[in-house]
């Protein structure tokens, strides 16, 4: 990281920015070009940090997670615009975790619901969620076991 200042290392300051923020982006490889996709996330951090998604059960970004499983995400959340009476002094307050790793479908109905709930908790609901079987049979959950991450925060 060339900006030393802005770097956040330690876990309760990356915790924060993964807590207020709504959308992860993960990037996927295609023969020509990245194909970045939004997704609503869930996470657990025990020993590693592991990003919880979910989505139907077809559709290009499943076909390029079967093809190449490592990819890259990134989570921003606090934009505020900081203007200046210079063209070149502006910029932008922020706080962001980069990273990569492994993504995998998840398959066993426990662990599905496990990542389920995840998401649900980092979207504030309260308790234990009731999964139509049906609903647990066709949504694919993906796992993200992070494998490099980088936090920053300007101020």
Sequence with gaps: MRRHDREVTDRDGILSILDASDVCRIAL??????????????????HK???????????RKLELIRQNPYVGFEIDVGHDLVRSSKPCGWGMNYRSVVGAGLIRIVEKPAEKERALDAIMKHYGYIGKPAYEPKTLEKTVVYKLIVEELSAKQKP
């Design 29 to 46: 490889q295609t023969d020509n070009a990245p194909y970045v996709v939004p997704l609503n996330f869930g996470y657990e951090w025990a």
């Design 49 to 59: 940090l592991e990003l919880f998604f979910h989505s139907a059960s077809t559709g």
